[in-house]
């Protein structure tokens, strides 16, 4: 169960959910990473006193280690930021919510030193999974993934006795704000359109990815990288309550399914205290 955390990309939906979660469970904040929000970090840095903090952007480093020079914070910057703040001796898990192949060479760096992995960090499977997978075995690291439908499939496999017994894992889809639509109704939909989600409450780029359903394809992909199934056993449907988060099919016909609110907290929660299911300490 994680103590400790360094989180990577802590200024977006996940990584401020995360934290959230890392206050109810009075968990240790290690390293704290972001691109260029030097105001939030500001923030988490003083109520979270991690040991680190890293801005991407070298010009808001500068700003944020002026900020924060009353306090014994070191503030570092760009990837040599992102690979300390991965590698801090005290976090026992790091949490990569960063946005793009940027969380590939930090995600690597922690599994090298054996800690725990909140995949947050689609792309990261996407381009790179079997590197990832593979690296994860050599070293003996932990990824418990933090996306909705694959934690779901992660909790549904708990009991399964080897691979060989899953059919297909069933990926669930809200299809978005223009399920249904047609050619001549989509042509006038906006960025804002498809920033209204039906259910979620995520950042820019997934929720437009979701409306697309081009984050369902990057998902199908996670799927096959972290379960190492072939495509034809990874499907997805559609559930516009997005209440069942996804569902894992085994060859005697039997389905299991993981239900819940679609609340991004719960995830994050799991990955925080696998294999318990960790209560509020708020």
């Given at each position: 169960?994680?103590?400790?955390?360094?989180?990577?990309?802590?200024?977006?939906?996940?990584?401020?959910?995360?934290?959230?979660?890392?206050?109810?469970?009075?968990?240790?904040?290690?390293?704290?990473?972001?691109?260029?929000?030097v105001d939030?970090?500001?923030?988490?840095?003083?109520?979270?006193?991690?040991?680190?903090?890293?801005?991407?952007?070298?010009?808001?480093?500068?700003?944020?280690?002026?900020?924060?020079?009353?306090?014994?914070?070191?503030?570092?910057?760009?990837?040599?930021?992102?690979?300390?703040?991965?590698?801090?001796?005290?976090?026992?898990?790091?949490?990569?919510?960063?946005?793009?192949?940027?969380?590939?060479?930090?995600?690597?760096?922690?599994?090298?030193?054996?800690?725990?992995?909140?995949?947050?960090?689609?792309?990261?499977?996407?381009?790179?999974?079997?590197?990832?997978?593979?690296?994860?075995?050599?070293?003996?690291?932990?990824?418990?993934?933090?996306?909705?439908?694959?934690?779901?499939?992660?909790q549904c496999?708990?009991?399964?006795?080897?691979?060989?017994?899953?059919?297909?894992?069933?990926?669930?889809?809200?299809?978005?704000?223009?399920?249904?639509?047609?050619?001549?109704?989509?042509?006038?939909?906006?960025?804002?359109?498809?920033?209204?989600?039906?259910?979620?409450?995520?950042?820019?780029?997934?929720?437009?990815?979701?409306?697309?359903?081009?984050?369902?394809?990057?998902?199908?992909?996670?799927?096959?990288?972290?379960?190492?199934?072939?495509?034809?056993?990874?499907?997805?449907?559609i559930h516009?309550?997005?209440?069942?988060?996804?569902?894992?099919?085994?060859?005697?016909?039997?389905?299991?399914?993981?239900?819940?609110?679609?609340?991004?907290?719960?995830?994050?929660?799991?990955?925080?205290?696998?294999?318990?299911?960790?209560?509020?300490?708020?």
């Open positions: 169960m994680t103590r400790t955390i360094a989180l990577l990309g802590s200024t977006g939906s996940i990584g401020r959910q995360t934290l959230e979660v890392a206050r109810e469970l009075g968990l240790k904040v290690a390293a704290l990473t972001a691109n260029s929000s939030l970090i500001e923030a988490q840095a003083r109520e979270f006193c991690p040991r680190l903090a890293a801005l991407y952007d070298e010009a808001a480093a500068n700003e944020l280690r002026n900020r924060l020079a009353d306090t014994d914070i070191e503030v570092l910057s760009g990837m040599e930021g992102l690979l300390a703040a991965a590698t801090v001796a005290e976090a026992d898990t790091v949490v990569t919510a960063v946005v793009g192949m940027i969380g590939l060479c930090p995600t690597l760096a922690a599994i090298e030193q054996k800690k725990r992995i909140a995949l947050a960090n689609k792309e990261t499977l996407v381009c790179a999974g079997e590197l990832v997978m593979d690296a994860a075995d050599k070293h003996g690291a932990e990824i418990v993934p933090v996306d909705s439908e694959h934690s779901a499939i992660f496999v708990q009991g399964c006795r080897d691979r060989g017994e899953i059919k297909r894992l069933i990926l669930t889809c809200s299809g978005g704000p223009f399920y249904g639509l047609s050619y001549d109704e989509l042509t006038h939909k906006t960025r804002a359109d498809a920033l209204k989600h039906p259910n979620w409450t995520m950042g820019a780029k997934i929720t437009v990815d979701s409306a697309t359903l081009m984050n369902k394809g990057l998902e199908i992909i996670e799927a096959m990288r972290l379960y190492r199934l072939p495509l034809a056993q990874v499907d997805a449907v516009r309550q997005s209440i069942v988060h996804s569902l894992v099919e085994f060859r005697d016909g039997a389905l299991l399914a993981q239900l819940g609110t679609p609340d991004m907290k719960l995830p994050i929660r799991y990955a925080m205290t696998y294999p318990y299911r960790g209560i509020s300490h708020a």
